[in-house]
């Protein structure tokens, strides 16, 4: 770090020491006055102080750092402007910066501009870095209200301005030297919001990634300068001190005006005390050269609440600061970790969040400067309620970066390979119905993510929609859940070809046009408008049913009848209001589609076995206009779906988008008997290795441990 290098550069300290060697030798007062004394001198050498310029420079790079905050998520528009933006335009970026900034208003406040020296002051002599940045970042949303008009603008720049005054900050702070020219960066800050609002007004509006040049440059500028530096300073503390005579409550005055006795209340709350009229009357003095009068309260007694009220700050800012970011490296380095297009989107999703918190956490801030100064009830009520909103966003935030940690972190446990696996399954299967188009489609990404939940179904969560554990946030990729017990047999994983299938539907453009397909061709072939609203509530299940049987071949049915194969209450009850077919009929389905695709005796065998198990579908509650329609309905319904061509397909249907036949299924047959003898099962698509897996466990060619080792090995070793 800059920082770091010019604390270690023994040339660099000593040049320090001899230019502001009386440095040490006052205390507080007296340390700022010959502070002040030693800069004004500078200022007739300037030429002759490297040493400041180069602290200058050091705190500007730091200053850079808010440019994280922002370049994460900056719009292409945005990126594009800042890559061709030409040498004038970079000139036309800080014209003008030298103008005085008491110009920014003539008739605003003075007490937000008492408030930014006040917090400048304590972020200097705050004990920690934290309690200090927690002091400087309230400067923005303080800045802001001088300007009202460019207010909104500077709000939406917040994250990368804030992380930049922290970053100065942390740098001036690292050296006892250069720690008193904090207090110089309310005036840096104020020049920067003028400098945006001059830019604003003259209709070249500036981007966030500007705001932090814009920042970064008046820190070199006014760090680096004798003059302007003492000039911030001597502002610095005039103001501070009119912050300090202006919040003493009301009463003190009140009180002196019609007794002489004014009531000094203290942060811990305790009886009032009072003074004599004389004691009143020797603090007395002139306030800013206004002839106005101002007491200077006494000293509060050490209290618990200064503290407790500073942690509140603190606490609320370490929080936010600790839901950083994910790197890739930190779920390890091997094949199993997420890929960079799953952390960046999920970072994404974070980075918009931490935005919007890091926007609001310097209320908390300021409440409590505010509280500190003046601890009446309102002002602390302030403070808690600013907290309690604060708190709630970040439980929001902290909600979404949780999920996505346990998501990633299972990529290092002892089952990384297995759902890496998976994600190389749901790979192939997109691959293959993207390659299989009639016509190009922009590719989605990033793919599907597998994960494991113990105690749940296999279950799909879609790119796009706002899901419950992200907040109602919405999903970055498409997520396949998948419980253990399916993990540990991998011929039962027909259920990512079924779960992937219902993200190719949206992702195909088919997840309006199948149900609309559908209700027509029902309602004009005569079924009824109860059949065909059925069926159409079907339609996103049936899809992935038909879809996942074209990926894998007819061992994906044995998976569907593993699932679906129950008591007889349950498989054949029929649920009015269920997104899923009946599961009695759902297997009709299936063998229908497995006659259309030429495997006429896997059907044959699949449904005599079926009614052998349940002889008496009219036993359940199965709708009589369902039973008495579905043969002929479940035949126009697989071809509506897999047979005629679809427009976002390129014209053509979704059998031959995804296809599969007799020698697809003798590869799998092939790759099954290498499964059995231990060796390479060669160049098989991964979505094969499920309908092999089954094969060779249906025909006994090896032990169920074997079989699960060696699908395993092969999918990961790819």
């Not at 800059?2 to 550069?9: E, H, I, P, Y």
């Not at 989605?444 to 929609?465: D, H, L």
Request: proline share 7%; with cysteine; glycine share 8%.
């Amino acid at each position: 770090m800059v920082a770091t290098s010019m604390r270690s550069d023994p040339q660099l300290e000593f040049e320090f020491e001899s230019e502001w060697e009386a440095e040490s030798e006052f205390e507080r007062e007296g340390e700022e006055e010959a502070f002040l004394r030693t800069l004004s001198a500078l200022g007739q050498r300037a030429a002759r102080s490297p040493a400041l310029r180069s602290v200058g420079l050091a705190a500007a790079r730091s200053a850079l750092g808010g440019l994280r905050a922002v370049d994460g998520h900056a719009c292409p528009v945005c990126r594009a402007r800042r890559a061709g933006q030409s040498g004038s335009a970079r000139e036309w970026e800080w014209e003008g910066e030298f103008e005085d900034e008491f110009q920014i208003s003539p008739i605003r406040r003075v007490y937000p501009d008492a408030l930014m020296e006040h917090l400048a002051h304590a972020a200097t002599e705050a004990e920690s870095e934290e309690e200090a940045e927690a002091f400087i970042g309230a400067l923005i949303p303080l800045a802001a209200r001088l300007l009202p008009r460019v207010a909104p603008a500077i709000m939406r720049m917040t994250p990368g301005l804030v992380r930049g005054v922290a970053g100065i900050t942390r740098t001036l702070r690292q050296n006892p030297t250069t720690r008193p020219l904090v207090r110089a960066v309310p005036t840096i800050v104020r020049r920067t919001v003028s400098s945006i609002d001059r830019q604003s007004r003259s209709g070249r509006p500036v981007t966030a990634q500007q705001a932090v040049r814009l920042l970064a440059r008046q820190t070199a500028q006014t760090l680096g300068s004798p003059r302007q530096c003492a000039q911030a300073l001597q502002r610095s503390r005039v103001l501070d001190r009119r912050y300090h005579a202006g919040v003493a409550p009301r009463r003190y005055r009140a009180a002196a005006g019609r007794r002489g006795i004014p009531m000094v209340v203290t942060l811990a709350g305790p009886a009032p005390t009072t003074e004599s009229r004389d004691a009143v009357a020797a603090r007395w003095e002139t306030s800013g050269g206004e002839g106005r009068p101002a007491l200077r309260p006494p000293a509060a007694p050490p209290s618990i609440a200064t503290p407790w009220l500073r942690a509140q700050a603190i606490n609320t800012a370490r929080h936010a600061e600790a839901l950083r970011p994910f790197q890739r490296a930190e779920f390890g380095t091997g094949a199993a970790a997420p890929s960079d297009g799953h952390v960046a989107a999920a970072n994404r999703l974070i980075r918009a969040l931490l935005d919007e918190l890091l926007r609001a956490n310097p209320r908390v801030g300021v409440a409590v400067t505010s509280a500190i100064a003046d601890p009446r009830t309102s002002r602390l009520q302030q403070v808690v309620r600013h907290k309690e909103m604060a708190h709630d966003r970040v439980r929001a935030v902290e909600q979404v970066w949780n999920f996505y940690f346990e998501l990633f972190g299972q990529c290092k446990s002892r089952f990384g390979d297995w759902l890496l696996s998976c994600d190389r399954i749901a790979l192939d299967c997109y691959q293959q119905a993207f390659l299989g188009l009639g016509m190009a489609r922009s590719i989605p990404a990033p793919p599907p993510f597998s994960y494991m939940r113990t105690g749940f179904s296999p279950a799909t969560f879609r790119r796009g929609i706002p899901m419950r554990r992200l907040g109602r946030q919405l999903n970055s990729f498409p997520l396949v859940q998948l419980p253990y017990h399916r993990l540990v047999n991998p011929w039962t994983l027909g259920a990512v070809l079924h779960e992937v299938s219902h993200n190719l539907q949206n992702d195909l453009g088919l997840a309006q046009a199948v149900p609309r397909r559908i209700a027509r061709a029902l309602v004009e072939a005569g079924f009824g408008a109860q059949v065909a609203a059925i069926w159409t509530r079907w339609n996103r299940e049936l899809f992935a049913d038909v879809s996942g049987l074209l990926l894998g071949g007819p061992a994906v049915v044995g998976s569907l009848l593993d699932v679906i194969g129950r008591s007889p209450r349950a498989t054949l009850h029929y649920l009015s209001r269920g997104p899923h077919p009946t599961p009695y009929l759902r297997a009709f389905i299936s063998f229908e589609l497995l006659r259309r695709m030429g495997f006429t005796r896997e059907a044959a065998e699949y449904e005599r076995l079926w009614r052998r198990i349940y002889p008496d579908p009219r036993a359940g509650n199965i709708p009589a206009s369902m039973l008495d329609s579905f043969s002929r309905a479940c035949a126009l319904v697989v071809d509506l779906v897999c047979y005629r061509p679809f427009p976002s397909l390129g014209n053509i249907p979704l059998s031959q988008v995804i296809r599969f036949g007799q020698k697809e299924q003798r590869l799998i047959e092939e790759a099954a008997g290498r499964f059995a003898s231990g060796d390479d099962p060669g160049v098989i698509p991964e979505r094969f290795l499920i309908g092999a897996s089954r094969i060779a466990l249906d025909g006994r060619m090896a032990p169920p441990g074997q079989i699960v080792e060696r699908f395993y090995r092969e999918l990961a070793r790819r």
